[in-house]
């Protein structure tokens, strides 16, 4: 099948080949609503001039430099955080958004301040997912001072500071995983649990969670001191390997954050798929086949669709008006994962 014609998007949107041609040329003023619709269409069929259509739908908004500090950019997740962020600056159409999307490979104080000064040299508001470093809450209180917002994604940090959080609520994150690793183990054991790092402010809520539920709903099981992994497969690899050989007993097991392709692999490797309810975090091609062969109980996914679009409308609305009422906690609800419904 050959790619859509002018013909093909004009039935898309429902105008005629004329309207069309003229949100394509700019000859004649055509409604916004109009052209909009035309937009719409042109991205829903995959029209060859999209991006000419957007210009000309777009070319009187202001525009908007946005920059976003990410993880490990070798890591599955982020390289599908990142293409949502391209999406959802496409799909403003209050402005013009030019996302600047770069990673840090080490959560460290200065290699995340280093990156995250020069993010807002170029841009004019940026969020980041990081740890929750006093280093980073003074940067962060500098460019508050510039003017420039700063958002915390993922992860909350610099609170009170920074210009507000968006993502899921990390506390039932953990509340849930610890109810999945109650409710399909096979017996009442030991359950252990990974972090990438306490200065997470997301895995120590996911820990508190966790911990909490256990002690609330399920006093039969004997949660072990929490292991930090710094977010790296080979780390959790042999991390698990050895819990696995050194307590019999291990009946579950949760990975709070990055790292978890280790776990996946060493549960895998030992024999204990099926055996251990294995709960992570992202749906990811790791995690995907983990719940396909039976390997991981559940995943919990972060919606990241709904947070790009929210994160976009927010650093938005800061730049227009620093005087406007941000939201300090954008929550979103988190998506469930099991083996009958990927």
Known sequence: MGRPTIADLARASGVSVATVD??????????????????????????????????????????????????????????????????????????????????????????ITEKLKALAARNQAVALVGPDYPAVSTVVEELKDKGIPVFALLSDFAAGVRDGYIGVDNRKVGRTAAWAVAKTAAQAGKVALFVGSHRFHGHELREVGFRSYMRENAPEFEVLDTLVNLDAADITHEATVDLLHRHPDLVGLYACGGGMEGAIEAVREEGFSGKLALVVNELTPDSKAGLADGTVAMAIGTPLPAMCSAVMRLMTAAIGDRDAAVPDQVFLPFDIHIPENI
Do not use: C, W
Request: aromatic share 8%.
């Open 22 to 111: 003229r949100v394509l040329n700019g000859r004649h003023a055509v409604r916004e609503e109009t052209a909009r619709r035309v937009y719409d269409a042109a991205q829903e069929i995959g029209y060859h001039a999209v991006g000419l259509i957007r210009k000309r739908v777009f070319e009187d908004l202001p525009r908007h430099r946005l920059g976003f500090l990410l993880q490990k950019p070798m890591q599955p997740f982020y390289q599908s955080f990142a293409k949502e962020i391209e999406v959802a600056a496409r799909s403003v159409t209050t402005a013009r958004i030019q996302a600047e999307v770069d990673f840090v490979q080490a959560s460290t104080p200065a290699a």
